[in-house]
C-alpha cells in the first residue's frame, strides 16, 4: 500500500512538473484552451466588452522576439479594429474578446499563422519560424457598436467635404480668382497659349504637370523629368478632372487646372495627396497620337512580338535537340514510353502536368488543382496542343509538349499570361477511363 501511495504521488508531481514547464514557455502569462499567451497589466471585468462586429479604438504595439514591429501608441491617427470570428485557434481577436474599455494586456500569437492568414504572406519567405511569436502590448481604449462606427464615419466624411469645399472657396477668393468655372467646377485658367488643334476621346496625349495641394505643397512634377505622361483619353486612366480638362487643351497650350475633390481622388489618400484634397495643376500638352497611329503602334510592336516568340522557340528545340513533332507543329519528347492504352475520344484522361515558360518561369501545375487533373479527351476543353499531347500518350508514359503560341493561348494576352507565349507542358498519363 505505501508503495503504490509513492506511485501515485510520483505520477502527480510528474504532471505538475509537465504543466509547469508547458505554462512557463512565457513566464507570467497564462494560456486559453486555444493555445493563446496572454497577461494583464490592468483588468475590468466590469467595464463594457465589446461583442462580434463591434469597433474597438486600440492603442497596439507589437514586437517579434523583443524587436519593435509596429507601435499604434502613438499614431496621431485613431486606430480602430472590428471584432470578427477567430481566424486560427489563439489569434488576436480571441485577445480582443478578453479584454474590457480600459484593460491593458499582453498576448503572445503564433507568428506564422498571423503571416499567412491575416496578411497571405509565406512566413518562411518573410523569415518566420514555426516557433516564433509576436507579442502585442493592447490597451482596449473604446468600444462602438457597428452602427454607431458606421454613423460616426458618415458624419466624419460630411465634415470633411465641407471643409474641402470651404478651403477651396477661400483660396479660389484669396487668388482673386476671377474666371468663370466649368459646369463641373473645375477651373481652367489659361497660362500659354497653344497653336494645334484639341485631341479627341480615343486619341493618345503626352503632358507636363505640376500639381500642388491649396497650401502650395508640391505632390508631383513632370517639368524637370524625361519622362512624361501620357493616357488615352476616354478610357480612364486618369482622374475625371483630367478627362474635362485635356479635351478643352490645344497642342502646346498651358493652363493652371484648379480641381475640386469629387474630381480628383475623392475620399481616398493617394501617396502625399490626403483624401477630401482639391488639387491645382499646372498642365502642358505635348503630343497628340491620333487613334490611327496607335493602332499602327499596336500592330507593329505585336510583330515584333510575334518574331521574338518564333526565335525562341526554335532556340529552344536547337537547345534541347527537340525533333520530334506532328503536322500541327507541337514538338514533344517522351521520357518514358510503355504498352498502355491510349485515350479515346469521349474518355476522361488522368494526368499530372506542370507547365512553364520556355525559360522555365513556373506558369501551374496538377498538384495545385488536387491529386490529378483530369481532361474529356476530343472536347477541346483544354490547349489544343496539350489536348493533342495527351491523345499521343500511353497510359504511365511521361513526356514534354513543347507548344509554339499558336498551339497555346495565341496572339493575345490571356490573364497574366502574355501574347505569343510558348508553353512547356511536361505531363505524365495516369489513367483512362470511361464516364
Known sequence: MKRNCLLVTSVCLMAIVMFTACTQKFPGYKKTQNGLYYKFYAHNPTADQPKQSDFLKVNMACYLHDSLYYDWSGSTSEVY????????????????????????????VKADSVAALYYDQDPVAVGLKPEDYFRYEVKLVEVKSEQEFMANIEKMKETMMMESRKALDNYIAENGITVTPESSGVYIIPIEAGKGRCPVKGEKVELDFAAYLLNGQSVGSTFDSPEKFSFVLGEGYTIRGWEEIVPKMHLGERVRAIIPFELAYGEHAVGSIPAYANLVYDIKLLGITTEAELQAEAEKAKQIQKAKSEEAFLKYLKDNNITEYTPSGLFYSKTLTTDGAQPQSGQTARIKFVASYLDGTPLGNSDQLGEYYEVEYGKGGVLKGLEEGIGLMRVGEKARFILPYTLAYGSEAYGNIPAYSNLIFDVELLDVVNK
Open 81 to 108: 479594429s472590428q471584432l470578427t470570428s477567430p481566424m486560427f485557434s489563439g489569434d488576436l481577436q480571441e485577445a480582443y474578446s478578453m479584454m474590457h474599455v480600459g484593460d491593458s494586456a499582453s498576448f503572445y
